[in-house]
């Protein structure tokens, strides 16, 4: 499986940014896709996951009203959009994928908080000023 994000730059305090995360080689068409940060001299968070067979999407507190996480199964990618950025959001922002996943939210958040994912991608670094 790979996942290739794209989307990161640098943006102005309340600008706005669109992550992608295209998936590959995934032989079944239920998983789980979920999007982390890892600011320097931080622990890696979950942002939000969501399963690609349905569902609501889960949100980390910190992003709830902010970010928006959809996905187009035909494409086998999935977006993180961002916006109104702040410089606290400055983070590499990473991809990841695994193929258990569930569609109850409350299982969803432990998903992310455990960081139960099995495929990551390379980051994608986003900067606010």
Do not use: H
């Not at 790979?2 to 590959?24: H, K, P, Y």
């Not at 979920?34 to 690609?52: D, L, N, V, Y």
């Not at 959001?89 to 299982?107: E, L, N």
């Amino acid at each position: 499986v790979q996942l290739v994000e794209s989307g990161g730059g640098s943006v102005q305090a309340g600008g706005s940014l669109r992550l992608s995360c295209a998936a590959s080689g995934y032989t079944s068409n239920s998983y789980c896709m979920g999007w982390f940060r890892q600011a320097p001299g931080k622990e890696r968070e979950g942002i939000a996951a969501i399963s690609t067979s349905g569902g609501d999407p889960f949100y980390a507190d910190f992003v709830k009203g902010r970010f928006a996480l959809s996905r187009d199964n035909a494409k086998n990618t999935v977006y993180l959009q961002m916006n109104d950025l702040q410089p606290e959001d400055t983070a590499m922002y990473y991809c990841a994928a695994d193929a258990t996943c569930y569609t109850d939210v409350a299982k969803l958040a432990l998903k992310l908080s455990r960081r139960d994912f099995g495929y990551w991608g390379q980051g994608t670094q986003v900067t606010v000023s």
